[in-house]
């Protein structure tokens, strides 16, 4: 059974931090890249990623605009998880954080994840 389970969110003040987890299972995780999306409250979910890892051995990396800077995305291969260190977080970053799973070596685009965790929750207060 393929599964993604999403750790680490919470709540903290703006200027904060915190790390999130996304640790996988039941697929071929070192042959994926590993994607973190957002929904704001009363949004739809973005559908470009905020940050994504790629699967291949150098593990390029994207970032938003809105986070490039204060976000910073790895993975290890060995525990199947991959972390998000989110810092000087805002307000505006308040959302359910979702990681999801591509095929794509460096997909931003949420039509090219096949495999998606149920998310964690980030409140940021100001």
């Known amino acids: 059974e393929v599964q993604l389970v999403e750790s680490g969110g919470g709540l903290v003040q703006a200027g904060g931090s915190l790390r999130l987890s996304c640790a996988a299972s039941g697929f071929s995780f070192e042959a994926h890249a590993i994607g973190w999306f957002r929904q704001a409250p009363g949004k739809e979910r973005e559908r470009e990623a905020v940050s994504v890892i790629s699967s291949s051995d150098d593990a390029n990396t994207y970032y938003a605009r809105s986070v490039k800077g204060r976000f910073t995305i790895s993975r290890d291969n060995a525990k199947s998880t991959v972390y998000l260190q989110m810092n000087s977080l805002k307000p505006e970053d308040t959302a359910v954080y979702y990681c999801?799973?591509?095929?794509?070596?460096?997909?931003?685009?949420?039509?090219?994840?096949?495999?998606w965790g149920q998310g964690t929750q980030v409140t940021v207060s100001s």
């Open positions: 999801a799973a591509s095929t794509f070596t460096m997909a931003t685009l949420e039509g090219f994840y096949n495999y």
